[in-house]
């Protein structure tokens, strides 16, 4: 989430400053005290309108997945989803089997992709206790982002540790804290359920049936076996490079193979969630001509957005984000009593980490390479995270990658006193912004009228 400075329409953006929220009114007030579009500043609505298209763009192509526009693959994807058997073993204490864990400690089979991103409460999670971190085989330690419009990304998760769909779900489906299973146990479970789909896609897949070539591994197996205090794994996990069991056995061609067939995976994932949208909402009638869509506090709240704090420096565009990545002095707290992710470097080590894969955007798993991984990297991406899609923003549980910030009006005092003083790395961008009582309060209701319809009801279950 990103605060910046004025953004002013006739010239382009200069000094990026935050994320999240923050804002100012550009003295565009009726001689009554109300603002109305009739008499706003010209450059006030005109940055409006740039947050607000008629009709809001399509996701832009994605070189990286030759899928990502198939219906198809689409389809197969939205299955993958709600797919819980690609996971292996529950391993926190915590899996409990109550309403708040996906299972019980031991468990396999629990984890899929709709567990921390629930379709009914904005693809965010509202299942795990506290709503905060998510709690899938294991605790993870960042808030798990809602998915809506997140096929307006090229550079995925907070800090841009994967710069493609396809690439992701190995994040997934191989953290111990996530599905706790391996690229080798997800390839047989791909053929032994969803062969024919898959095969009508992306061709033939091999015969992981044959234990000459691809030795067996079962749920219970796969993955890590124990985990430290801290939710990492305290030996190889099993079913991946480094395991130093089946998956280093295979041949390099088979190894390759394996890989692809998760990677196709990603692609079908990839070309589902593109169309996950929030869609428009009261704040996008109004620009259109409603003047009663919106209440005088939340246009003042949309006049302050793009003036006195200049949220839409960084918040910018349609989807209210400009897809990079900002140090706002947060000082992380503890969430889900136990949880404090100190020393995060943020994009300086995400980035650095996508840099050096081999499933990144410009290898062989790649469908094409348009560029969007960065060549080189400054410092100030040290405590940087990317700026969130603002869009049905209110709907969430908690805020900011650390999931310790509980509500909006919580998120502008972050922003209105600078974030934090100290107890991050890098350098904080932000500076006071002197908002009133009354000025927060109109931001929030702002805020408020980016709630849209959600995606279409076909697209939150299972096909």
Same mark, same amino acid.
């Given at each position: 989430? /990103? *605060?910046?400075?004025?953004? +002013?329409?006739?010239?382009?953006?200069? $000094?990026? #400053?935050?994320?999240?929220?923050?804002?100012?009114?550009? !003295?565009?007030? $009726?001689?009554?005290?109300?603002?109305?579009?009739?008499?706003?500043?010209?450059?006030?609505?005109?940055?409006? *309108?740039?947050?607000?298209?008629? /009709?809001?763009?399509?996701?832009? &192509?994605?070189?990286?997945?030759?899928?990502?526009?198939?219906?198809?693959?689409?389809?197969?994807?939205? +299955?993958?989803?709600?797919?819980? @058997?690609?996971?292996? @073993?529950?391993?926190? =204490?915590?899996?409990?089997?109550?309403?708040?864990?996906?299972?019980?400690?031991?468990?396999?089979?629990? #984890?899929?992709?709709?567990?921390?991103?629930?379709?009914?409460?904005?693809?965010?999670?509202?299942?795990?206790?506290?709503?905060?971190?998510?709690?899938?085989?294991?605790? =993870?330690?960042?808030?798990?982002?809602?998915?809506?419009? /997140? !096929?307006?990304?090229?550079?995925?998760?907070?800090?841009? *540790?994967?710069?493609?769909?396809?690439?992701?779900?190995?994040?997934?489906?191989?953290?111990?804290?996530?599905?706790?299973?391996?690229?080798?146990?997800?390839?047989?479970?791909?053929?032994?359920?969803?062969?024919?789909?898959?095969?009508?896609?992306?061709?033939?897949?091999?015969?992981?049936?044959?234990?000459?070539?691809?030795?067996?591994?079962?749920?219970?197996?796969?993955?890590?076996?124990?985990?430290?205090?801290?939710?990492?794994?305290?030996?190889?996990?099993?079913?991946?490079?480094?395991?130093?069991?089946?998956?280093?056995?295979?041949?390099?061609?088979?190894?390759?193979? #394996?890989?692809?067939?998760?990677?196709?995976?990603?692609?079908?994932?990839?070309?589902?969630?593109?169309?996950?949208?929030?869609?428009?909402? @009261?704040?996008?009638?109004?620009?259109?001509?409603?003047?009663?869509?919106?209440?005088?506090?939340?246009?003042?709240?949309?006049?302050?957005?793009?003036?006195?704090?200049?949220?839409?420096?960084?918040?910018?565009?349609?989807?209210?984000?400009?897809?990079?990545?900002?140090?706002?002095?947060?000082?992380?707290?503890?969430?889900?009593? /136990?949880?404090?992710?100190? $020393?995060?470097?943020?994009?300086?080590?995400?980035?650095?980490?996508?840099?050096?894969?081999?499933?990144?955007?410009?290898?062989?798993?790649?469908?094409?390479?348009?560029?969007?991984?960065?060549?080189?990297?400054?410092?100030?991406?040290?405590?940087?995270?990317?700026?969130?899609?603002?869009?049905?923003?209110?709907? @969430?549980?908690?805020?900011?990658?650390?999931?310790?910030?509980?509500?909006?009006?919580?998120?502008?005092?972050?922003?209105?006193?600078?974030?934090?003083?100290?107890?991050?790395?890098?350098?904080?961008?932000?500076?006071?912004?002197?908002?009133?009582?009354?000025?927060?309060?109109?931001?929030?209701?702002?805020?408020?009228?980016?709630?849209? &319809?959600?995606?279409?009801?076909?697209?939150?279950?299972? &096909?």
């Amino acid at each position: 989430m /990103v *605060r910046g400075e004025f953004l +002013r329409f006739s010239s382009s953006i200069t $000094g990026l #400053v935050g994320a999240f929220l923050s804002v100012s009114i550009l !003295g565009a007030c $009726g001689s009554d005290g109300q603002s109305t579009k009739e008499n706003e500043e010209p450059s006030t609505m005109d940055a409006l *309108r740039e947050l607000s298209p008629a /009709v809001l763009p399509a996701p832009p &192509p994605d070189v990286t997945n030759g899928y990502a526009e198939d219906s198809s693959a689409a389809r197969f994807g939205q +299955r993958l989803f709600f797919e819980p @058997r690609f996971a292996g @073993r529950l391993l926190d =204490g915590d899996n409990d089997g109550s309403e708040n864990a996906l299972g019980a400690e031991g468990d396999t089979g629990k #984890v899929a992709c709709a567990g921390c991103h629930l379709p009914e409460s904005g693809f965010s999670d509202t299942r795990s206790l506290h709503q905060q971190i998510s709690l899938a085989a294991a605790w =993870g330690i960042r808030r798990a982002p809602s998915l809506l419009d /997140v !096929g307006q990304s090229h550079l995925l998760m907070w800090d841009g *540790r994967r710069d493609g769909f396809y690439n992701q779900v190995f994040g997934v489906l191989e953290s111990e804290a996530e599905a706790n299973s391996s690229r080798l146990f997800v390839a047989y479970q791909t053929r032994a359920l969803h062969r024919t789909e898959y095969e009508a896609i992306f061709g033939p897949m091999p015969d992981f049936s044959d234990e000459t070539r691809f030795p067996p591994l079962t749920a219970a197996e796969t993955g890590c076996s124990r985990i430290s205090s801290d939710s990492k794994c305290i030996e190889a996990k099993r079913g991946m490079p480094g395991d130093g069991a089946e998956y280093d056995s295979l041949s390099e061609a088979d190894q390759h193979a #394996v890989t692809d067939v998760v990677a196709n995976l990603g692609k079908a994932l990839g070309a589902y969630q593109r169309l996950l949208s929030c869609g428009q909402g @009261r704040f996008d009638a109004w620009v259109a001509g409603d003047e009663s869509a919106l209440t005088e506090s939340e246009k003042a709240g949309a006049e302050l957005f793009v003036g006195k704090a200049r949220c839409s420096e960084c918040h910018s565009g349609p989807f209210l984000s400009d897809e990079q990545f900002h140090n706002v002095g947060l000082k992380p707290e503890t969430v889900a009593t /136990v949880f404090l992710d100190e $020393g995060d470097e943020g994009a300086a080590k995400g980035l650095a980490a996508a840099q050096q894969d081999e499933l990144n955007s410009k290898g062989t798993f790649s469908d094409g390479d348009d560029g969007r991984l960065p060549e080189e990297l400054g410092s100030e991406l040290l405590g940087a995270f990317r700026t969130p899609r603002l869009r049905c923003a209110s709907i @969430r549980p908690s805020y900011m990658h650390t999931g310790h910030v509980r509500t909006l009006e919580d998120v502008v005092a972050f922003f209105n006193r600078g974030g934090d003083p100290f107890g991050y790395p890098g350098t904080n961008e932000l500076t006071p912004l002197g908002l009133t009582p009354e000025e927060r309060a109109d931001l929030v209701a702002f805020l408020r009228t980016l709630d849209g &319809p959600g995606p279409a009801a076909e697209l939150l279950q299972a &096909p």
